[in-house]
């Protein structure tokens, strides 16, 4: 509490961009971990944002109607205040700071996160994803690969897992070899293996090559991955970089596999930007989606100007190639980019949701991030900023892998097992440090962290709220769902998510959902059914008695589940198609929304007394609507849907 | 000329077929003065191919002479004829399909297209198929048209007291693109409104399009009036615009030229309604683009959804660059301010444009799709499309005689339907829950407004379709598509109505591009079909569970409103 300055404020109004009219006042509090804010009205809404989700707090110059200040979030909300004294408005501003950006994990709210779980379930809630158990569901023939307990006590790799897999025709002094060929240590091992071909995914970082350096150890380790295939030839060796960046690597004692040193590989380059190209393009992307009212082409240029698009096709583009590669091929792949807990993670964890329909349901992508992000040393506290640090670390890996997987899902509406709202629910979480599962930066130090003793885990949280995150189209036996799947990578795929980066604007989130619509119905169908079978069990006993008089049978109509007819503020409210610059809550000024850019500003031709009135008259028209008090009565009914961020108990 | 006499070669053998999501099939062509015809002659009964050649919007012919090899190249032909060329017909159809005709001989290929390129161009409507189009469940004694204007009154209460029906353009000579019955205001006589439309560009004065049932305020379109350079008034036109504020003190003109064309057209006799004039309305511009240069942005899309490249920042620029969004997003939004004028300011709008044909009947029609539950349902939607289009006078003939992959000049062509399905179709995805019709409709009506079995967009007005006898010679499509069995494909099976008025969205980030027509022929388009058709399953599978009365009863009684939900979630909404 010492860095909250001022916990409380009255009459601040918190404001719709879109829809001034829907703004509302109320009043402000600062928690240790949370800003809440209440509405004055009836309802006492609240909506509370987690301190560690704020990116960054940033102060407009005060104006006769009091002090703005924007909260921006790291899962892209955006939150408008005003307050109407300056010193308030400091005061807040310093310490949202202050406690958006904690100095040690102590700090994190994960370790003042507290659900109420007696201790034996809160480690049986750590044990719910077991990794080894997932090995074994991949059914790797014990002949050809082994786990080796070299990594105990992270003695070989501490960014690794204690746990790893490697060829068994590896001997340890190979894979020790390997290792110190290897940057930080991290060698090649196994990621996946495709039950189908015998092939399988391995990982490592780039090799300490330089322009002649060669170690026959790492040379037989990778000769050796590609003899536990044993159908297959030759093997790739998939390099995630641009190729010009893994030669720039050369020059510093790095660099890539030389392919004449290696037998029988083949060298694949991908060309997946760096961190920091990808941390810039995210920036662009989501000023694209913080325009106030941007025409259509300012949208698309904007969305074609940041890059983002393409960067999320490369990143599917490498996943393609690899799930091709050990599917159609049947080649086993060793997947690798500089350090490889970046770019690799996210090529091999888009090849595997490709390849293997159970990372498509919701235990599985859970299993799949705990594998391939967790526990092979994603380092989540710096890319996601957890802690106030090096601004350079930060960068958006993880966010291109949710979507890469959300434009898969576009394109095969029914072969995830989860919705849209499930990949949200998870990249909040990677940023808000609820749960310990993304604290840290490798499984080391996590364990000195001692987290799953002070923390919670996120996944049986997720997976009790599952009817919530399940796709209504989704259906074990469906077409789409069924092996692997071959999406296109025709540019007009990729899409803008609109989930995601559109979240700017409260009022912009009015739309019916029909997945909600559906998860409904099938809840209906089944209660029906239900009913059906108790009233024919009656009707049976009812013959059976033959008793005379007719009993009425209980109607449970009304106690069914609704469907989610849409909300009739949600509907029944405009947006302001004349949107205003009366509005004079704000010092930003926004033309009116529905004001086409083309439209020119007709300067007034003198001695035409005409176009000057026709002038003078359109505008007159617009400050005329708008001071219009509504007259349909939407306004009255206008508890609008707000988002409450991480309610806690 | 007999349309029979276009045809010169009518039949081809081993004639390989090449379309989207089928293997090449190799079989027999043959082309009628209506349709091509394509058979493997495997199964006796079915043909795979059987297109409208009015739908054939451009061919590309290339021939390659293969004299010089061996004859066993060509012995597939099994000798009937001495073959030693081939030809290739690149078809792309006004639907955007495009398909392949390898054709052995190069007399024949060269036959066949040049019998396409004169049967696909034909002028004259009355050689057109719906005037052959027999089926045999079809009567031509049935009613074609589901609404008239005068039934359109006897079924609107609310118009009683201050409207009537007015026949003064019976004959069609106050205005020649005009139904013969239109509603005017009550107070109004028919001697006023001849000399009020001739004020009016083409005749057209000012009418109502659109009663709101809350608070009876209405929707009027017209065309310019015909101010000039100087400022010429008309007292019949003011009195007439006056009648239908009905004592309400104001009202909004929305007129779709920027100010500064409004006043441009003043120079070439057109113009707009001057304050001094009107003093009760109040005029608000907004800029529609129109005519050629939205039937060049069609192109420019079209041209871009058929670049297969992979590269994404030029499929951005190709689509910013074709500006068709824009055209969606100027379109709902002037629809929304519309509404939004009545519904919660509580004023009467008149809309025009230049010649009231195009964008004014474009606005007025999503206008009422925003406000009027009514207008959602599957008839009703119809119903609009009759009064607000084909009654209405937009000049479907001229508009729709090429699509986007024509070579030809461009005359009168503009995708303003076209549009018009498209902003209903980002209407339905934002709310999929809302309209009762479904996509597949949407799609089917962009097809048969280019190439049709049926007269429904057959001409340019009601008085060229009744000189032309289309009511009593072709059969009506919007009967055929209400009554027809397969009425499932054409409904939502989410529709839940609701009596509130639907905003849109119009932030570029909630507009997308309409892939299941513009992708219609992709893969991606596919997925999605078969997404569609999980989401029947589902429904289909409900409604059994229940047993159908007992599903009715519940989507009838659950329409109090639901808790919001905490996320935007669009996910679905593709489908």
Redesign the interface.
Known sequence: MEHVKTPKVENVRMIDR?TPRKSTVGTLYLSSTHTIFVENTEARKETWVLHSLVSNVERLPTNPSGSPLIIRCQNFQVYRLLIPQEKDCLDVQASLTRLSCPECYGELFCFFFNPNLKKDLREKAWGFIDLKAEFSRMGIPRNLWQLTEANHEYRLCDTYPSELFVPKSASPAVFVGSAKFRSRGRLPVLSYFHRDTSASICRSSQPLSGFSARSSDDEQMLQAIMKSNPVSEFMYVVDTRPKLNAMANRAVGKGYENEDHYTNIKLQFIGIENIHVMRNSQQKLIDV?DQA?????????G??NS?W??HI?AVLDAGIFIAKAVAEDGVSVLVHCSDGWDRTAQACSVASVLLDPYYRTIKGMMVLIEKDWVSFGHKFSHRYAHLDGDPKEVSPVMDQFLECV?QL??????AFEF???FL?QLHTHMYSCQYGNFVGNCQKERRDLKLHERTHSLWPHLWENRAEYT???Y?TN???TQGVLKP?????????W??M???A?KS???????????NA??E??QQ??EE?STHQERLAQLKEKKAPGERKTTNS?SE?V??????????????D??TTTTTTTTTERHPP????P???A?PPKSGDP??L???S??E???A??SS?S???G?DAKDP?????VNTNA | MELSEHIKTANVEDVILKQPFHPPLKGTLCITSHHLLFSDRKEESSWQLLLLIRNIDAIEKSVENLFGYPSYTTKASQGKRPVGSSGTITIKCKDLLILQLEIPGMEECLNIASSIEALSTLESVKEMYPFFYRPSHLSLQGPWGLSSTEQYYKQTERLWDSWRVSKVNSDYSVCPSYPCAVIVPREVDDDMVVRAARFRQGGRFPVLSYCHH?NRMVIMRSSQPLTGAN?KRCKEDELLLQAVLDGSE?G?IVDLR???Q??QARMTGGG?E???CYSHW??????HERGKMLQESLIKLVEA?GD??????????K??NS?W??H???AL??A??V???L????HSVLVHGSEGTDSTLLVTSLAQLILDPASRTLSGFLCLLEREWIQAGHPFQQRCAHSAYSHARLKQECPSFLLLLDCTWQLWR?????LEFSEALLLRLAQEVYASEYGTFLCNSEQERCALGVKQNTHCLFQSLLRSGNGEQYLNP?Y?R?E????P?????????W?GLF?RW???AQ??V??RE??WS??K??RE??GLE?NY???S???????????????????
């Open positions: 879109l989606g009212s941007p025409s259509m082409s300012d949208f698309l240029w969305l074609e890059g698009l393409k096709k959300w899902m576009q394109q095969f509406p029914c919705n849209e709202r949200i796709n209504p189209l259906r469906h077409s789409q296109l990578t025709t540019a007009y795929c990729f899409k803008f609109k989930g980066y559109g979240r604007e912009m989130g009015s739309n019916q959902s029909p997945a909600d619509c559906l119905v099938r209906e169908s029906l059914e059906l109509l069914r609704r469907r989610p007819v849409p909300n009739e503020c949600e509907l029944g409210s405009p947006l198609y004349f929304s529905f004001t086409l083309l439209e020119p007709a005409d176009a009135s026709a002038c008259d359109f007159s028209g617009v005329d609507l219009h509504s007259s349909a939407d609008d849907s707000d988002e409450v | 809350r400022r104001l909004y920027s100010a500064q409004a006043q707009f001057s304050k001094t109040k005029r608000l511009h907004r800029y959804c297969h490249s992979h590269s994404v920042d030029r499929w951005l620029s689509l910013e500006k969004l824009s969606v997003h100027s939004s002037t929304g301010l509404a939004e004028c519904e919660r300011d509580g934002q709310f999929p829950l809302a989410l839940e609701t509130l008025a639907i905003w969205s119009v932030h570029p980030q909630s507009l997308q591009l892939t992708l992709t893969e991606y997925n999605i078969e997404a999980e989401l589902i429904v599978e409900h569970s229940a007992r009863y519940t989507l009684t659950h329409c109090e409103p639901l808790t919001p939900f905490e996320n935007l979630m669009d996910e679905l909404t593709i489908l």
